[in-house]
C-alpha cells in the first residue's frame, strides 16, 4: 500500500511505518550522541507510544540501557487501514531495542482497567522482580473507573466565565475566534477523573502492594503549566483542575510510601506539537509563535532533547532540581523572561497579513506530520510498503 497522510481536524487517520520506525531511530541516534546517563535500570513506561512517552523509553533503553516494559492503547492495522503511529513506534522501537541486545516489552492494551494493571505485575514478578523508575504520560478523552464501571470524559473548557481568543486552522492557516463555554462541575469532575493523579496512584499503590517497586524509585508523571495567555483554557480551566491534582497526587505518595523512600515528581514540560496539544483551540497558535521566538534564540527543543535534559540536569543528580511546589521544571526555557516577553508583543500585531512573519506555521506542520510518520527524511512515500 501507498500510504499518504490524510488529516481531519487536528487527527491524522493514516500513519506511515517506515516514517514511524524512523523517527524512532533518529531519537535513539540523538541519545547515543549524547551519550550514556547513570539511570534507573528497569523502567515502565505508562503511554509511550508517543510524544514525551517514547522520549522517556528511548532515553531510558539507550542513554541508561535499561529494561523497559510500555503500556500503550493501540489501533492495530487492518487490509485497509493503516494502525495507529503509537502501534509504528512500539514495533519499531522493540525492533531496535532487541538488535541492539536490550530487552523490552510491550502491552497494548488500556491503561486504567484493572486487568492491563495485573498483566504487567504479572511480567514484572516472573522477569524482573521488581521495577526501579515509572514515567506516567497518557492524554485520553474518557476513562472507565475499574472500580465503579462508570465512563469519564475529559472536556477542554474554561472555568466560570467563556473565554474568547484568536485561534487558528495550522492546516489552512486560518485565523478566528472562538469562544468557549465554560464547564460544568460534571465535567470538571470528569476531567480530573481522566486526566488527574488517580491512576497513577492506583498503578503504584499495585506495584508497591505486590513489592515490584524498588526502594527509592522514581515516578514521573508530566504535566504542563503554559502562559498566562493559554491560563483560562489551561490551567484556569478544567484541564488545569486535572494538572492540580496530579500535584498533588505527587505529594501525597511521597507522603504515603515514604517507608519505600518513593520519589514521585511532576514535570513541567514545555509546549510541543502533539496529539493532545493540537486538540486544543489557541495552543496551537501560541504554539507556532513559540517555535518562532525560541528557534531564532536557539533554544527550541522537540520530546527527545527535552527529556534528555530532563534526566540529565534536573533528575539524575545527586539532589533532583524542583521548583517550590516540588515539580521538575523542563519548561525553563519557554518561560523565560525575554521569550515571554516577544511572545506577547507578537501576539498583539499579529494578524492574517503578517503571520509568515509572526509564527513558524510550517514549522508546526512539518512536526504535526512527523506525529504519524510523514514528512521524515530519508522515508520515500512514493514505494509500495507493508502496513501490518
Same mark, same amino acid.
Not at 22 to 27: A, L, P, R, S, T
Not at 262 to 273: D, E, G, I, P, T
Given at each position: 500500500m501507498i500510504i499518504q497522510p490524510k488529516v481531519k481536524g487536528f487527527i491524522c487517520t493514516t500513519a506511515h511505518p517506515a516514517g514511524c520506525k524512523?523517527?524512532?531511530?533518529?531519537?535513539k541516534e540523538y541519545v547515543e550522541k549524547l551519550g550514556k546517563l547513570d539511570g534507573p535500570k528497569k523502567v515502565l513506561v505508562i503511554g509511550g507510544s508517543t510524544g514525551f512517552g517514547l522520549a522517556s523509553r528511548i532515553t531510558a533503553a539507550f542513554a541508561f540501557d535499561a529494561v523497559t516494559i510500555n503500556v500503550s492503547y493501540e489501533k492495530l492495522p487492518?487490509?485497509?487501514?493503516?494502525?495507529?503511529?503509537?502501534?509504528?513506534?512500539?514495533?519499531?522501537?522493540?525492533?531496535?531495542?532487541?538488535?541492539a541486545g536490550l530487552l523490552s516489552k510491550s502491552f497494548n492494551g488500556d491503561a486504567f482497567s484493572n486487568q492491563t494493571k495485573e498483566e504487567v505485575i504479572t511480567y514484572i514478578r516472573e522477569n524482573l522482580g521488581e521495577i526501579d523508575m515509572l514515567i506516567y504520560s497518557v492524554a485520553?478523552?474518557?476513562?472507565?473507573?475499574?472500580?465503579?464501571?462508570?465512563? /469519564?470524559? &475529559? $472536556?477542554? @473548557?474554561? !472555568?466560570?466565565?467563556?473565554?474568547t481568543n484568536t485561534t487558528i486552522d495550522f492546516m489552512t492557516g486560518e485565523m478566528s475566534k472562538i469562544t468557549l463555554e465554560p464547564a460544568t462541575p460534571e465535567e470538571v469532575e470528569g476531567t480530573v477523573k481522566v486526566?488527574?493523579?488517580?491512576?497513577?496512584?492506583?498503578?503504584?499503590?499495585?506495584?508497591?502492594?505486590?513489592?515490584?517497586?524498588?526502594?527509592?524509585?522514581?515516578?514521573?508523571?508530566?504535566?504542563y503549566i503554559g502562559p498566562e495567555l493559554t491560563f483560562p483554557i489551561y490551567r484556569d480551566g478544567s484541564i488545569g483542575k486535572a494538572k492540580e491534582h496530579l500535584e498533588a497526587k505527587a505529594l501525597e505518595m511521597n507522603e504515603k510510601y515514604k517507608n519505600n523512600k518513593?520519589?514521585? /515528581?511532576? &514535570? $513541567?514540560? @514545555?509546549? !510541543?506539537?502533539t496529539q493532545a496539544?493540537?486538540?486544543?483551540?489557541?495552543?496551537?497558535?501560541?504554539?507556532?509563535?513559540?517555535?518562532?521566538?525560541?528557534?531564532?534564540?536557539?533554544?527550541?527543543?522537540?520530546?527527545?532533547e527535552q527529556i534528555y535534559r530532563?534526566?540529565?540536569?534536573?533528575?539524575?543528580?545527586?539532589?533532583?532540581?524542583?521548583?517550590?511546589?516540588?515539580?521538575?521544571?523542563?519548561?525553563?526555557?519557554?518561560?523565560?523572561?525575554?521569550?515571554?516577553?516577544e511572545v506577547i508583543e507578537a501576539w498583539g500585531k499579529m494578524n492574517q497579513d503578517n503571520l509568515e512573519e509572526i509564527l513558524d506555521l510550517d514549522g508546526y506542520r512539518d512536526e504535526f506530520y512527523k506525529l504519524f510518520g510523514f514528512n521524515v527524511q530519508q522515508v520515500n512515500y512514493e514505494e509500495d510498503i507493508d502496513i501490518s
Open positions: 524512523k523517527n524512532v531511530e533518529m531519537q487492518t487490509d485497509k487501514k493503516t494502525g495507529t503511529a503509537g502501534y509504528y513506534n512500539t514495533k519499531a522501537f522493540d525492533e531496535i531495542a532487541k538488535s485520553s478523552p474518557r476513562r472507565i473507573d475499574p472500580i465503579t464501571g462508570e465512563t /469519564y470524559y &475529559s $472536556v477542554l @473548557k474554561p !472555568l466560570k466565565t467563556s473565554y486526566m488527574g493523579g488517580e491512576d497513577w496512584e492506583l498503578w503504584i499503590d499495585a506495584l508497591i502492594k505486590e513489592k515490584l517497586l524498588a526502594e527509592g524509585a522514581i515516578t514521573i508523571a508530566y504535566s518513593l520519589k514521585a /515528581y511532576v &514535570s $513541567v514540560n @514545555k509546549a !510541543l506539537v496539544s493540537s486538540a486544543i483551540p489557541v495552543v496551537p497558535l501560541y504554539i507556532s509563535v513559540l517555535y518562532k521566538i525560541m528557534k531564532a534564540k536557539g533554544i527550541h527543543e522537540g520530546c527527545i530532563m534526566f540529565s540536569d534536573k533528575i539524575l543528580r545527586e539532589n533532583i532540581i524542583v521548583d517550590e511546589k516540588n515539580r521538575i521544571r523542563v519548561d525553563d526555557w519557554e518561560m523565560r523572561e525575554d521569550v515571554q516577553k
